[in-house]
């Protein structure tokens, strides 16, 4: 044919549905998520983090559990909670929190981040800022896992048989 | 009846009784004792097989590395392998191919690595470190048939040199309808992320592909044949490059055979060695070289091999008559214009991407 | 606009704004393959659409808690994505980085190219290939907005209405677009017909 029609057109861009990330992104992709909520939490003002506990804990509550035991306990850990963040955002106040060993071995080259999850679910990352539009990508390059590299066909081809 | 002939005949049947039994006891212990011996046999003959893939491995596993390096987009890992003792090593294009700044993991230090060559249409790459290396032995992929076990030694992800054991399972000129440059070993063993470039060794422990992609979900990969890679590093040692050869002619699927092959001459180019040579556009094609031809398809392994400058006798078959032309192959068209028979969308960054399946992935219309 | 009779995710919206961090989660699996695709065939770059994303969810979570339901959540998350990424791509002018993906591996499963290359003729696959290629240089050459519909109608399967949702336009500026911008296509594709690659 001489020209393309929509339907030729249509029919190459369907087949662009089938470009997909590297194996293993969609699956790692949560994992990220939630580590860079915690370093977007962790960099919030003191007072913001209460008053978003506070509000959450506040949509949690109603008339009954107000008089319920395992309200009194919820408000108790909000509040150790709130107190651990403040320790542990003022660096000069860390040594305090040194006398409990950290709960993950942190590797050399992090800034003495915390993880609020248990040990077992994350391994800490330095903190990284999030991510700013004005950015260039190649600042993300540079700091990119690397790339494990088994390509899914050979790069061998031949589109004729000539010789 | 007399007394004792009852006590005869009892005594007769439970005497051929016991002996009845005696016997089928009898074949019953050499039943068991043939069991018994050929079970040890596999056992001892898979104990003999785990001995001898355990050899291969730790043998070979000395001269396997771990490389890294960075292409334009991320830094990479890969494997590759050393063949001679000065720091020569093959890998995978996709490893050694498109990215720079290579450095090379072996016996537990890191060494700078420069690209020596890269040749998309084999697949391989090699590249050099100074430092006396271990190396290993070159087989021959034409000793392999389906089935033959084989053992792939590579560096998956993070993870350190890793033995993969599996079997030839065929040997594909095409996947998916797109044909390679030459025929590939397709081995049922799984790879992982990271063993691009891993060697493909016989139960000789001597290498006989080198890994170059997974198929499947990497239950199965590819191997380039060794002799593809061999070809490769003579060129370049040769002539400082690959120097892949051309002849000039388009090869189309006959109406039907003509001496057992189907392989026709669609087109005669201008101006190549084909062309000069006397060979015309209809002349069914019947051997290149050593190579016999029957379909089309089996130009691709005979054109893989022809160096540019090699004198290639080229058999035909026109009308009745069995031509002979000795032709002088040039440089391919590819080779001199850079870009060696680059498919369409590589190079082969970010190429791992994996085909969905075809379930329909259109989000539902609320 | 026609109100979505059952918004499939009605229920995991108003877990997650009760607090329930887990049905977010939920809500993250299901459209990160999707809006995968949308971000990345407006962006053409893997790094850059992996941030987009990330930057997406997070801004979805944090301002869950004002969505009232009047669009579905999947218009709503897909008006968030769309306009993200297009913001981005102002910002980031043409200093873009294509990702070069080898499109060849991933169509082969695809019934139509299998359909299409069943003569096994090496040719046609070549074409096929190249046309790939050059449909996506194509694409980065259409305006954002422009490439934005394309993404949406013919790469994602949504409908006109869906997009003018998202868009906030009309469905005649979704048509209108959507015929320009295949247009432009046409008319680069035609340029490489006229010179193929040898």
């Known amino acids: 044919m001489d020209e393309f029609d929509d339907n030729e057109i249509a029919r190459l861009l369907r087949l662009k549905r089938y470009e997909q990330p590297p194996p293993g992104y969609f699956e790692n992709f949560l994992h990220e998520f939630h580590r860079r909520q915690r370093d977007e939490m962790l960099r919030q003002p003191l007072w913001r983090i209460c008053l978003e506990r506070a509000h959450g804990f506040m949509l949690r509550l109603d008339g009954r559990s107000l008089a319920s035991y395992p309200a009194a306990v919820a408000a108790v850990l909000v509040c150790a909670a709130v107190i651990s963040l403040k320790i542990y955002q003022q660096p000069e106040t860390a040594r305090v929190a040194l006398q409990s060993p950290p709960a993950l071995s942190a590797p050399a080259s992090a800034e003495g981040e915390w993880s609020l999850t248990s040990p077992v679910a994350t391994q800490i990352f330095t903190t990284q800022p999030v991510r700013r539009f004005n950015e260039s990508a190649q600042t993300h390059r540079a700091a990119a896992p690397p790339r494990y590299v088994l390509d899914s066909v050979p790069v061998s081809y031949e589109p004729t048989f000539r010789f | 009846m007399p007394r004792k002939a009852v006590f005869a005949l009892i005594f007769c049947f439970s005497a051929s009784l016991l002996f009845a039994q005696e016997q089928a006891a009898k074949t019953g212990r050499d039943r068991v004792k043939d069991t018994f011996e050929r079970v040890m046999a596999q056992a001892e003959s898979a104990t003999a097989v785990s001995h001898q893939v355990k050899d291969v491995f730790e043998r070979a596993a000395k001269a396997v590395v771990k490389i890294h390096g960075v292409d334009e987009h991320s830094p990479i890992c890969g494997t590759g392998f050393f063949i001679d003792p000065t720091g020569t090593l093959y890998t995978a294009y996709t490893v050694g191919g498109e990215a720079g700044n290579f450095t090379i993991e072996f016996g537990g230090k890191k060494y700078p690595a420069r690209q020596l060559l890269a040749d998309i249409r084999s697949g391989t790459a090699m590249l050099k470190i100074d430092a006396p290396t271990p190396a290993l032995p070159i087989g021959k992929s034409e000793g392999l048939e389906v089935a033959t076990p084989v053992l792939a030694v590579g560096y998956p992800l993070d993870l350190p040199e890793t033995p993969n054991f599996g079997m030839i399972a065929g040997f594909d000129r095409k996947y998916l309808g797109r044909y390679f440059s030459t025929t590939h070993l397709r081995v049922n063993l799984p790879t992982q992320r990271g063993e691009a470039g891993a060697p493909l060794l016989n139960m000789k422990g001597e290498v006989v592909g080198i890994v170059v992609s997974s198929l499947e979900n990497n239950s199965a990969c590819y191997a380039v044949p060794i002799e593809a890679a061999e070809k490769i590093r003579r060129d370049f040692m040769r002539f400082g490059e690959a120097r892949h050869g051309w002849i000039g002619i388009n090869v189309t699927m006959a109406r039907q055979p003509v001496e057992g092959s189907l392989a026709e001459m669609k087109q005669i180019m201008e101006d190549t060695p084909a062309a000069r040579s006397g060979i015309k556009s209809g002349d069914i094609l019947l051997q290149v070289g050593r190579k016999r031809v029957t379909q089309p398809e089996d130009v691709l392994d005979a054109s893989f091999f022809i160096t540019a400058g090699d004198i290639v006798p080229i058999t035909v078959m026109r009308g009745n008559q069995k031509l002979t032309f000795s032709v002088q192959a040039t440089l391919h068209p590819a080779s001199r214009s850079g870009v060696l028979l680059a498919s369409p969308g590589t190079p082969a960054i970010n190429q791992q991407a994996m085909p969905l399946s075809l379930g329909s992935d259109v989000p539902p219309t609320p | ?198």
Do not use: C
Not at chain 3, 12 to 19: D, F, I, N, P, Y
Not at chain 3, 97 to 119: C, H, M, P, R, Y
Not at chain 3, 153 to 179: D, N, W, Y
């Open chain 3, 1 to 198: 606009m026609d109100q979505p009779r059952v918004d499939p995710d009605q229920e995991l919206v108003k877990r997650t704004q009760s607090g329930d961090a887990g049905a977010f989660d939920e809500l993250v699996i299901k459209y990160t393959p999707r809006l995968y695709g949308l971000v990345y065939n407006m962006t053409s770059n893997h790094e850059d659409t992996n941030d987009l994303l990330q930057d997406i969810f997070a801004k979805a979570y944090r301002a869950i808690s004002g969505f009232r339901g009047k669009s579905s959540f999947y218009t709503w998350i897909h008006s968030i994505a769309v306009n993200m990424t297009l913001n981005f791509l102002k910002k980031r002018g043409r200093r873009f980085q294509l990702s070069l993906d080898d499109v060849d591996a991933s169509i082969q499963n695809d019934k139509e190219f299998l359909q299409s290359t069943a003569t096994n003729s090496p040719v046609r696959e070549a074409d096929l290939s190249e046309l790939q290629r050059r449909l996506n240089e194509a694409m980065m050459k259409l305006s954002d907005e422009h490439r934005a519909v394309v993404t949406m109608f013919h790469i994602q399967g949504m409908p006109h209405a869906e997009i003018s949702k998202i868009l906030r336009v009309s469905e005649g500026t979704v048509r209108s677009r959507l015929f320009y911008a295949n247009r432009q296509l046409q008319n680069y594709l035609d340029e490489f017909r006229k010179n193929p690659v040898s």
